[in-house]
């Protein structure tokens, strides 16, 4: 596609419930990379992939939190037990030569 | 996790004023990239900077690459009401594989027509 797709853009879930974010890279891109932003705030490094290779998974949270990129394309992240405070928007950004990202319209989750 | 030291956190200026802001940070980082962040949207590259020392201009945008290589500045200059938003910059150091951007923690900038 154009740009980098982001599903759902909205999702509420009761605690406890598992969530999985899908992001859609822009065609060809190399690196995918999954941010964390509070309102206000930075985006927030989680983990990022080359291909289908997870280079880097320092920011993820806790063990709830995991994503994959099984063919090197599209990407999945998944939080196991939501709690209230992974309420926030998740974006996620590709990028063809590891220097400009090109960011999603991002997830906003709420866990209620 | 780690972030860069953004300043202003926040500016309010008049249309046609320049604007200044910079970011530092206690490592080294090969590049350097300023990005804009309109409400409800992603940030959007626009300005890169890859090189020490090196000066780049986009339009009325104007980014540094500090010598030390752990800071940077962007300028904007004759403010107009488009400009408002919150300015990231974000480093990156490449250590074998990893591309990891370590953000700002942003300027949010308002600008009275």
């Known amino acids: 596609g154009a740009g980098v797709s982001q599903s759902p853009r909205y999702k509420v879930t009761k605690r406890g419930q598992d969530v999985a974010l899908r992001c859609d890279p822009i065609s060809g891109h190399v690196s995918l990379y999954w941010y964390r932003q509070a309102l206000g705030q930075g985006p927030e490094f989680l983990t990022y992939f080359n291909y289908e290779a997870q280079q880097d998974k320092s920011g993820l949270p806790n063990d709830r939190f995991s994503a994959e990129r099984p063919e090197g394309s599209i990407s999945t992240l998944t939080i196991q037990r939501t709690e209230q405070r992974d309420s926030a928007m998740y974006r996620c950004a590709s990028s063809l030569d590891a220097n400009e990202q090109f960011f999603g319209p991002g997830t906003r989750l709420t866990v209620l | 996790g780690q972030q860069l030291n953004q300043s202003p956190q926040s500016m309010f200026i008049q249309e046609g004023e320049d604007v200044s802001m910079n970011c530092t940070s206690s490592?080294?980082?090969?590049?350097w990239l300023w990005y804009k962040q309109d409400p409800g949207e992603g940030p959007v590259l626009l300005i890169a900077l890859y090189k020490a020392g090196e000066l780049t201009s986009n339009g009325r945008l104007t980014a540094q690459f500090g010598i030390t290589r752990k800071d940077s500045f962007l300028n904007i200059s004759a403010s107009i009401p488009s400009d408002v938003g919150i300015y990231f910059c974000a480093g990156q150091l490449y250590a074998g594989n990893n591309r990891k951007l370590i953000w700002g923690l942003g300027t949010s900038l308002a600008v009275n027509p």
């Open positions: 490592s080294i980082f090969n590049t």
